[in-house]
């Protein structure tokens, strides 16, 4: 899957890398490296994980409420921004 990037990414000239499939490390200058995933839940909607790093404990996580990967991933980029940025 090729995400659609936030524009505070190119700001922060982050970089994104997958990882696995549906999993994105963040690394950046002046920017902690943390690792975003979705995942789809039981209800078949999907939700949004933050790490700090693969395979550590989740840091934060979006109730499962989206219908499309693509929305999750969205939302665990601005999980990203207000954890590790605000």
Known sequence: MTPDLPFWIRQRQARVEEVTRGSFRITGP?????????????CLLWKSQLQAAQGQSVVASTPAEFENPRDALNAG??????HFIS
């Open 30 to 42: 002046n920017l902690p490296e943390a690792v975003v995933s979705v995942a789809i839940d039981d």
């Open 77 to 82: 980029f601005e999980l990203y921004r207000s």
